[in-house]
C-alpha cells in the first residue's frame, strides 16, 4: 500500500468466521485430495431452510416488473414499513408508527454500525454483553468509542447483574447493547428482565439497543424490550428476517424506536445506501404476514436438532441448558479441559475436533472472556447432518 489505514482499523480484527472459512477451505481442499469427506460446518448461525413460499413467489412474480430496478426510497416503500409494523403488534403487542418508528436495513448487522456511527462520538463508552456478539465491540472501536464489558454468567442465568452494573463508573457512558434471546447463550427474555433494562437506561440516561433476531427462534413467547410502557423514549430494537423466516442472505432488518432517533440514523443510511431492491421488499412483507403455524413448523425442526447437537455436548462433557432459545446450544467444558499454547479451553476443543474429526464447532472465547470455557453448536444443519457429526466427533474420541 502506499497509504496507511486509517487508525481506527487498528482497533479491529477480520471477523473470525471470515479467517476460519479461509482455513476450512484449505482443509477441505486437502481432504478432498485425500478422498475425504468436506468439514461439517457448525459453526455460524445461517438458517438452510427454505423462505416462505409465498415470500419466493413475491420476488419471482415482482423481479421480472417495469420500474423495479431503480433506486428506492432510503426509508423503505410504505407497504414494507406497515408490515412491520402490523408484525410487531401481532406478535409483540407493541405499537409502531410506520412513517416515523420504523427504518428497514440492510439486515440489522447494518443496524449495529449505523446506530454507532449515529449516536457515538469518540471517547463515548458503550456497555457491551461479554460474552456476546463480536460486532457489537467492533463497531463501538470504529466509531472510536471506548467498549466497557459488563458481565454475563450462567450462574445468574446469563443476564445482567444490576447491583454490578449501579455499582460501576457510568461516566460517560452513552450507549448499551443488550440482546436476548442471547447470542450465544440461549437466555430468554422475561418482562421483569425488559422493565429493568429500560428503567437502568432512563435513569442513567444511556440509549439502550435490543438486538432481537432471536426471538421467534425455539421460543413461544416473543418478547420486545418496546414493549415495556415508555420505553420508546430511552430504547431501540432492532429485528431482522434472517433466522426467523430462513432469509439470512437477504438481508432484511429494521431498526424502530422513538422517531427522533429514526431522524437521526436516516441521515447516516442515506448516506451510505440507495435503499433495498424493491421485490426484497415485496417479498419481505409477504414473510411477515406468516401465521403462527410458519413458525411452529420452524421450531419444530430446530428442537429435533437441538437434541442432537446436546448429545455432541454429552459426548464432550460439555454443560448446556437443554432449555435454551435461539439458534445454538452452548456448552461449558469440564475442568479437566485445560487452555494450551495462548488458546483457550474452548479453541482448543474446537481445534481438536476440527482436525481430528473433521468437525467444526465454534470456540467460545470469540464472544468475550466469560466465553472461554465454552464452545458453541449452531443448529443450521439438519438432522441426518448433525447425525453424522456426532458420530464422527464419538468414532475421533474412541481413537
Not at 22 to 44: H, T
Not at 140 to 169: C, H, N, Q, T
Not at 321 to 335: E, I, W
Not at 370 to 383: E, F, H, K, T
Amino acid at each position: 500500500m502506499i497509504i496507511q489505514p486509517a487508525k481506527r482499523t487498528e482497533s479491529v480484527k477480520e471477523y473470525f468466521f471470515s479467517i476460519k472459512n479461509r482455513e476450512m477451505a484449505k482443509l477441505n481442499k486437502e481432504r478432498a485430495a485425500r478422498g475425504e469427506d468436506p468439514i461439517i460446518n457448525l459453526g455460524i448461525g445461517s438458517p438452510d431452510g427454505t423462505p416462505p413460499r409465498a415470500a419466493l413467489e413475491a420476488v419471482a412474480r415482482t423481479a421480472v416488473l417495469d420500474g423495479v430496478h431503480g433506486y428506492q426510497s432510503y426509508t423503505g416503500i410504505p407497504e414494507l414499513r406497515q408490515a412491520l409494523s402490523d408484525w410487531y403488534a401481532r406478535y409483540y403487542g407493541v405499537t409502531l408508527d410506520p412513517a416515523s418508528e420504523i427504518q428497514p436495513l440492510t439486515g440489522s448487522k447494518e443496524g449495529i454500525l449505523l446506530i454507532s456511527l449515529t449516536f457515538l462520538n469518540p471517547g463515548d463508552k458503550v456497555l457491551v454483553p461479554d460474552p456476546g456478539y463480536p460486532t457489537y465491540t467492533s463497531a463501538s472501536r470504529i466509531a472510536e468509542a471506548e467498549v466497557v464489558k459488563y458481565d454475563l454468567v450462567a450462574e445468574k442465568g446469563w443476564v445482567p447483574d444490576f447491583d454490578a452494573l449501579e455499582a460501576m463508573d457510568l461516566t460517560g457512558v452513552k450507549l448499551m447493547w443488550t440482546n436476548y434471546p442471547g447470542m450465544p447463550t440461549g437466555a430468554r427474555a422475561t418482562e421483569e428482565l425488559y422493565a429493568k433494562i429500560a428503567d437502568f437506561g432512563r435513569r442513567h440516561k444511556i440509549l439502550i439497543v435490543n438486538d432481537n433476531p432471536y426471538s421467534f427462534i425455539r421460543n413461544d413467547k416473543p418478547l420486545s424490550l418496546l414493549a415495556v410502557p415508555g420505553a420508546k423514549e430511552g430504547c431501540l430494537e432492532m429485528n431482522s428476517l434472517s433466522k426467523a423466516h430462513n432469509m439470512a442472505g437477504w438481508r432484511i432488518g429494521m431498526v424502530a424506536g422513538e422517531a427522533d432517533y429514526i431522524k437521526e440514523i436516516l441521515k447516516v443510511k442515506s448516506q451510505m445506501d440507495s435503499g433495498m431492491f424493491k421485490p426484497l421488499q415485496y417479498a419481505a412483507v409477504e414473510a411477515l404476514n406468516q401465521g403462527p403455524e410458519w413458525f411452529d413448523t420452524l421450531n419444530a425442526e430446530y428442537r429435533r436438532r437441538a437434541v442432537i447437537a446436546g448429545k455432541i455436548m454429552d459426548v464432550l462433557g460439555a454443560e448446556y441448558n437443554p432449555d435454551s432459545a435461539g439458534l445454538f446450544v452452548f456448552g461449558k467444558l469440564p475442568a479437566s479441559v485445560e487452555g494450551q499454547d495462548g488458546k483457550t479451553p474452548g479453541e482448543v476443543i474446537s481445534d481438536r475436533i476440527l482436525y481430528g474429526a473433521g468437525v467444526f464447532i465454534t470456540p467460545g472465547f470469540i464472544f468475550g472472556h466469560n466465553g472461554d470455557r465454552y464452545i458453541r453448536i449452531s443448529l443450521c444443519a439438519p438432522v441426518p447432518v448433525l447425525e453424522k457429526a456426532l458420530e464422527k466427533v464419538k468414532a475421533f474420541l474412541g481413537k
